[in-house]
């Protein structure tokens, strides 16, 4: 089988045995989500899917090779936003929870104790990913606190 | 629904696009560059789609998959991977394509930068020999690439011989009534190009680009 789209370098591509091959992490695993008939992972609604979509689509365009300067933008919007939600996609864990985490670990790994309190919702939600069922694989866990330690900071 | 979105802003071509494309009902208010419609985003981002649960969506690339999905139409995994190959390798590519050429006025450093992905499309399209990008129909893949693409393909000075597939399908896809007239919502006229200056000066550098080994994961 031709490659026919010329995938650059570091770029997964996942070559199917009757058909085309698919390049690009996210598109190699929607479809393989599809292919293991686990379509709730890509969000149960048109609304919910494309917020998955987009959370996926954020992985690899801003959080992949982030500027180091860009990191606290990025940590302070996810905190934001999740702070009244369990997981990306509301309250069913999905598909852009898995690669986000996979994502974001090498930062969580670097983070603080005072900055993973700083963080409080990005760190909750990181906890919740981390020891979901399958999701942690060989990464090293990173210790959430669950109890405050430092008081009168502001967020 | 409210769909917001600022002038000069090709993103916003793509999703007025689809808007027009799939009759998708939703209100759309124009707003200035700066304008913090997502709540939860440091930065002013446009365009943005509030949604009936509250939620925002920020990317332009998953307003237009919503907008298809909601019309029955879901993207197959050929659309997926040209949609996320617009988001990770033509659109970097691109910005330093568009600030070189709009704002500085190099046309032959913008067209350089172009080579790549615009050779990768040709080669997608000449192995495919589909009207479109993923089949015989127009698909979200089409609607978004070629907004992408408008700003710098609508100057012919940047097809050369070598992309006549390209010069085809961006020729079909233009000619839709759809998107016709979200060009001239967005970029309206004479007056398209400082527009389009307008929108890029907003827009931080690009920095060259990079990319490093990431965990394969």
Known sequence: MVFWFPAPPQVPVLQINNGPSLSGLVTIATHLVQEAKRPELLGDSAEQRAVVQQWLEYRVTKLDNCPKEEIKTILKDLNQYLEDKVYLAGNNFTLADTLMYYGIHHIMVDLTVQEKEKWANVSRWFDHVQHYPGVRHHLPPVVVSRNRLYTGGHH | ?217
């Open chain 2, 1 to 217: 629904m409210n769909l917001f979105v600022s002038e000069g802003n090709p993103h916003c071509v793509k999703v007025l696009a689809a808007v027009e494309l799939t009759g998708v009902k939703c209100d759309i208010s124009h707003v200035n560059h700066e304008e913090r419609v997502v709540p939860y985003l440091s930065r002013p981002t446009l365009p943005a789609l509030a949604l009936p649960s509250g939620l925002h969506l920020f990317s332009p690339n998953a307003i237009c998959r919503f907008l298809f999905e909601a019309s029955g139409r879901e993207a197959s995994s050929l659309a997926n991977q040209w949609l996320e190959w617009e988001a990770t390798e033509l659109q970097p590519a691109l910005a330093q394509a568009l600030h070189l050429s709009a704002l500085q006025g190099k046309r032959t450093e913008a067209a350089t930068a172009l080579q790549v992905p615009l050779s990768v499309l040709e080669q997608g399209l000449r192995k495919r020999a589909t009207p479109f990008l993923s089949g015989e129909e127009v698909s979200v893949a089409d609607i978004v690439l070629w907004g992408a693409l408008y700003p710098v393909l609508s100057d012919s000075s940047f097809m050369t011989g070598e992309l006549a597939q390209v010069g085809g399908w961006f020729q079909r896809v233009a000619l839709l009534p759809a998107c016709q007239s979200a060009v001239r919502a967005v970029l309206t006229g004479k007056g398209a190009e400082s527009q389009l200056k307008a929108y890029l000066q907003k827009q931080p550098a690009p920095h060259a680009q990079r990319r490093e080994a990431q965990p394969c994961n």
